[in-house]
């Protein structure tokens, strides 16, 4: 199994990283005393389970997959129904409560957290599937991994992330790619319909035909700005197996700088059957460390021909692997542990909109290579392909015709003592590539560092989103410290 966000497997001696040996950080004390609370919701335990501090089961569902960010909220609302998310946006707003919204808890920067009150929709677990007209019916609190068995199940598949723990409302509101993007576009491209409780706890179902406003905003405008996700309505398709593959250099930066302008020319533009990440990390001695990975599905020896572009310019150092899994056990191959895992961690993102210059890439490679092995990985997610071939404003998500690839600056590591190092790292990588870049960044990967957040994130598509604020939440209820703003950012 390999996972695109391991930073371990770019070590060239296979030493794990492992996260699970760092302690726990400390969640911090509710802001608002669990005993102070107004009184709660007269809600029945099949709609909502209410979780505070002293509760037996307070615990386990606190984890966040960025530790660092983790917060203990005074009360935790599971919400099990539509009804009950309903109650409780009435009961947070008519209290004042400070509240944030969770699924699966993957915000890099803890944008689902409070101290306060958690509205957390994972009790909303449904999954219908209609093989008639392959539409996938999922309640919000779904994870990716819990949404692709349940399809697989069925024959059926669904284009999205590859970490399985991460939850469906926050992916598909931000865009979502993964290793079917190019064959099949993001995860929010397949929505239909979404059901959101809005500001004044209303529902309202959000499609082409009703609401079509804020069925735009759902598809790329991030999570937690206009209401919460109760659930999706999705296309999905047939697909039996996949081809993925993986193959491995280590180079010196001259090397690597030839490798790297080879898989940038190639990968956004390889057939659509393909998507592929180009891993670069430090393999120590001043070498770089680059590992291709990807999906096809088209046939074997297309794809062996296509890899040529890379392979026939420098030999690899570990031979490429390429075999045919059915989708499920394609997703488990790059998936990493199926397990909840929470570790230390920071990422910041960039999209490269025009092909990288030289001196742009020999300025990657310079910075990366005197890092120790694991101390960082740029992870990049070629685009082009089916993602392409939606307007850039015809959803909220502005990165389409033209955009090369995303690529995420990622560090991992297991003792708390070390987080302003691993840190100072990213930063220092992330500020060799500014020349290079054009300042737009992907609101999945979301970086409380950048100045201004709302351009990076949805630049042209920004006004539209600012409209549909100011239409679906005027008094800015659904506010974390990077929603949508009620008003365009003079910077
Ligand atoms: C290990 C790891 C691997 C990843 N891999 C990929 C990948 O392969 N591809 C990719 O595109 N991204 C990937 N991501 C990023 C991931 O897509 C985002 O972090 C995503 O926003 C997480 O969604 P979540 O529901 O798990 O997170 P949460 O932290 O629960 O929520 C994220 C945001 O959505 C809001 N939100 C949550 N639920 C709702 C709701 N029901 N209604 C409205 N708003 C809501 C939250 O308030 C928050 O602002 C990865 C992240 C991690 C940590």
Same mark, same amino acid.
């Given at each position: 199994?390999?996972?695109?966000?391991?930073?371990?497997?770019?070590?060239?001696?296979?030493?794990?990283?492992?996260?699970?040996?760092?302690?726990?950080?400390?969640?911090?004390?509710?802001?608002?005393?669990?005993?102070?609370?107004?009184?709660?919701?007269?809600?029945?335990?099949?709609?909502?389970?209410?979780?505070?501090?002293?509760?037996?089961?307070?615990?386990?569902?606190?984890?966040?997959?960025?530790?660092?960010?983790?917060?203990?909220?005074?009360?935790?609302?599971?919400?099990?129904?539509?009804?009950?998310?309903?109650?409780?946006?009435?009961?947070?707003?008519?209290?004042?409560?400070?509240?944030?919204? +969770?699924?699966? !808890?993957?915000?890099?920067? #803890? /944008?689902? =957290?409070? %101290?306060? *009150?958690?509205?957390?929709? $994972?009790? &909303? @677990?449904?999954?219908?599937?209609?093989?008639?007209?392959?539409?996938?019916?999922?309640?919000?609190?779904?994870?990716?991994?819990?949404?692709?068995?349940?399809?697989?199940?069925?024959?059926?598949?669904?284009?999205?992330?590859?970490?399985?723990?991460?939850?469906?409302?926050?992916?598909?509101?931000?865009?979502?790619?993964?290793?079917?993007? +190019?064959?099949? !576009?993001?995860?929010?491209? #397949? /929505?239909? =319909?979404? %059901?959101? *409780?809005?500001?004044?706890? $209303?529902? &309202? @179902?959000?499609?082409?035909?009703?609401?079509?406003?804020?069925?735009?905003?759902?598809?790329?405008?991030?999570?937690?700005?206009?209401?919460?996700?109760?659930?999706?309505?999705?296309?999905?398709?047939?697909?039996?197996?996949?081809?993925?593959?993986?193959?491995?250099?280590?180079?010196?930066?001259?090397?690597?700088?030839?490798?790297?302008?080879?898989?940038?020319?190639?990968?956004?533009?390889?057939?659509?059957?393909? %998507?592929?990440?180009?891993?670069?990390?430090?393999?120590?001695?001043?070498?770089?460390?680059?590992?291709?990975?990807?999906?096809?599905?088209?046939?074997?020896?297309?794809?062996?021909?296509?890899?040529?572009?890379?392979?026939?310019?420098?030999?690899?150092?570990?031979?490429?692997?390429?075999?045919?899994?059915?989708?499920?056990?394609?997703?488990?191959?790059?998936?990493?542990?199926?397990?909840?895992?929470?570790?230390?961690?920071?990422?910041?993102?960039?999209?490269?909109?025009?092909?990288?210059?030289?001196?742009?890439?020999?300025?990657?490679?310079?910075?990366?290579?005197?890092?120790?092995?694991?101390?960082?990985?740029?992870?990049?997610?070629?685009?082009?392909?089916?993602?392409?071939?939606?307007?850039?404003?015809?959803?909220?998500?502005?990165?389409?015709?033209?955009?090369?690839?995303?690529?995420?600056?990622?560090?991992?590591?297991?003792?708390?003592?070390?987080?302003?190092?691993?840190?100072?790292?990213?930063?220092?990588?992330?500020?060799?590539?500014?020349?290079?870049?054009?300042?737009?960044?992907?609101?999945?990967?979301?970086?409380?560092?950048?100045?201004?957040?709302?351009?990076?994130?949805?630049?042209?598509?920004?006004?539209?989103?600012?409209?549909?604020?100011?239409?679906?939440?005027?008094?800015?209820?659904?506010?974390?410290?990077?929603?949508?703003?009620?008003?365009?950012?003079?910077?």
């Amino acid at each position: 199994m390999e996972h695109p966000q391991r930073v371990d497997e770019l070590s060239p001696s296979g030493t794990p990283q492992s996260a699970a040996a760092a302690p726990l950080a400390a969640a911090a004390p509710p802001a608002v005393a669990a005993t102070s609370l107004p009184p709660l919701p007269n809600l029945p335990a099949s709609d909502v389970q209410f979780l505070r501090p002293q509760d037996p089961h307070y615990a386990d569902l606190l984890p966040a997959a960025n530790k660092l960010t983790q917060l203990a909220p005074a009360l935790r609302a599971v919400c099990k129904t539509e009804h009950a998310v309903a109650v409780m946006v009435d009961w947070v707003r008519s209290n004042g409560l400070n509240f944030a919204v +969770r699924c699966g !808890g993957h915000s890099y920067e #803890g /944008l689902s =957290q409070s %101290t306060d *009150v958690a509205i957390d929709v $994972r009790g &909303l @677990q449904q999954i219908t599937v209609d093989k008639a007209s392959n539409i996938v019916t999922a309640g919000s609190g779904v994870s990716l991994f819990e949404l692709y068995s349940a399809l697989a199940a069925q024959g059926l598949a669904l284009q999205a992330g590859s970490c399985p723990t991460v939850g469906i409302s926050g992916h598909l509101t931000g865009g979502g790619h993964g290793l079917l993007a +190019r064959s099949h !576009g993001l995860t929010c491209d #397949g /929505l239909q =319909q979404a %059901t959101i *409780v809005d500001a004044q706890a $209303r529902t &309202l @179902q959000a499609d082409a035909s009703s609401e079509p406003d804020l069925y735009w905003a759902c598809r790329g405008g991030g999570g937690g700005s206009f209401g919460i996700a109760t659930e999706f309505r999705i296309s999905v398709f047939p697909l039996k197996t996949a081809l993925v593959f993986g193959v491995s250099w280590t180079l010196s930066r001259a090397h690597a700088a030839q490798l790297f302008a080879a898989w940038q020319d190639w990968a956004p533009n390889a057939p659509s059957d393909i %998507t592929s990440i180009m891993k670069v990390g430090p393999a120590g001695n001043g070498l770089i460390s680059m590992r291709c990975i990807g999906q096809s599905v088209g046939s074997e020896s297309a794809l062996r021909t296509e890899l040529k572009h890379l392979t026939s310019l420098q030999a690899p150092s570990s031979a490429l692997t390429v075999r045919s899994l059915g989708f499920l056990d394609a997703i488990k191959h790059f998936a990493g542990p199926l397990d909840y895992e929470s570790i230390l961690m920071k990422a910041k993102s960039d999209y490269v909109l025009t092909p990288l210059p030289a001196s742009g890439i020999a300025a990657m490679m310079a910075a990366v290579a005197p890092l120790a092995p694991g101390a960082i990985a740029l992870l990049c997610d070629s685009y082009g392909g089916k993602i392409a071939d939606v307007a850039a404003d015809a959803t909220a998500f502005p990165r389409r015709a033209g955009t090369q690839y995303c690529i995420q600056y990622f560090s991992s590591w297991s003792r708390a003592a070390d987080t302003a190092t691993h840190r100072a790292q990213v930063a220092r990588v992330y500020a060799a590539m500014r020349p290079f870049m054009p300042g737009a960044s992907y609101v999945n990967y979301c970086d409380l560092d950048l100045d201004d957040y709302a351009t990076a994130y949805w630049g042209d598509n920004l006004g539209r989103l600012v409209a549909v604020k100011q239409q679906y939440d005027p008094d800015d209820l659904f506010h974390h410290a990077q929603s949508v703003p009620l008003s365009v950012p003079d910077v």
